[in-house]
């Protein structure tokens, strides 16, 4: 398989990771806002920084009244729009698809025919779809209608796809995608309802970001097996048998790892970001340390990637065995 198409295949598992990821974001809002008091004011901007945006930036371009405030209607509409519909926007469902196709499409003769197909309908849906929105209640419905369809996608693929490097890097991109995007689907949590400070924060069982991750019921049952409470951040960062915890995803992305050739240095940047996990307990951390925790995680993740597709840190000539 060449260089190539190793990037190609590693950023369809990204892609199609964020895809889902951006929609359980959008979700995770509406969830938020149904948990929090009826007076919350939520700071809408919140949900572009956490993409690694700067808001102020981004929004210029809808034009909104120079006195809008972050809770208003109209900078709501504005984020919305510049997650879900504008195809022009580098973090929109749209975009994310767009890529999401022409990777799959460049490596066409990698992927099963079963799991092209839903990839297209995918694409058609979001085409149909993703362009006008109409209220919150048919975003939400629209953004779980899109985890869905990822989701079949990934269950097609995971049951007629020949296991070999591709797969292990298909694989790896989505894990180490969705590691990345619960960092950011639990920093608007730290960010819009607790202020950054040094006093040691409370243990919450935040529902709205559980909920988001599919994770409130398998929380709820681990809670039930521990003799007291369980902070639901130590459970999303730690907690290895939940899919979508940090901890899954990095145990995962080193099993996959251990087939290709350049192994051993991703492997060893697996093992630098496992070590952030462990360096104190997590419930001793202030919110403004959680923070920049979560900071420092990101990062990683962003080495992780550079060393997985890479020449130089691949040691490896121009081709990997198929």
């Given at each position: ?45 919140v949900l572009l920084d ?79 779809h993703c362009q006008q ?50 960092t950011r689907i639990m ?136």
């Amino acid at each position: 398989m060449l260089l190539k198409s190793v990037e190609h295949i590693f950023w369809l598992g990204r892609y199609l990771e964020r895809l889902d990821n951006t929609a359980r974001l959008v979700n995770a809002t509406s969830h938020l806002l149904i948990d929090s008091h009826k007076d919350t004011k939520f700071s809408w901007p919140v949900l572009l920084d956490v993409m690694g945006l700067n808001s102020a930036e981004a929004l210029d371009t809808y034009h909104l009244p120079a006195d809008a405030k972050p809770e208003q209607s109209s900078i709501e509409n504005a984020v919305m729009a510049h997650l879900i519909s504008n195809k022009d926007s580098t973090v929109s469902i749209r975009y994310t698809c767009s890529q999401l196709k022409f990777n799959a499409r460049t490596i066409r003769q990698l992927i099963p025919r079963d799991m092209w197909e839903e990839l297209n309908k995918l694409d058609l849906f979001l085409q149909q779809h993703c362009q006008q929105l109409q209220g919150r209640q048919h975003r939400y419905n629209l953004m779980t209608e899109v985890s869905r369809r990822c989701q079949m996608v990934v269950g097609v693929l995971d049951g007629v796809m020949l296991r070999g490097d591709a797969f292990d890097l298909f694989n790896s991109g989505r894990l180490l995608e969705r590691a990345d995007m619960t960092t950011r689907i639990m920093d608007v949590l730290v960010l819009q309802q607790l202020q950054p400070t040094q006093i040691k924060r409370p243990k919450f069982r935040w529902t709205s970001i559980l909920n988001a991750l599919g994770g409130i019921e398998s929380y709820h049952y681990y809670v039930a097996e521990q003799s007291g409470d369980v902070d639901a951040i130590d459970y999303l960062l730690t907690y290895a048998d939940f899919p979508r915890s940090i901890a899954y995803c990095l145990n995962r992305v080193a099993a996959s790892a251990r087939g290709l050739p350049h192994s051993n240095a991703i492997l060893q940047q697996v093992h630098a970001l496992q070590a952030l996990l462990k360096e104190q307990p997590l419930t001793d951390l202030s919110t403004e340390q959680l923070h920049v925790l979560i900071d420092q995680i990101q990062a990683g993740i962003i080495h992780l990637h550079q060393v997985i597709v890479e020449p130089d840190n691949s040691q490896q000539s121009q081709q990997l065995s198929a």
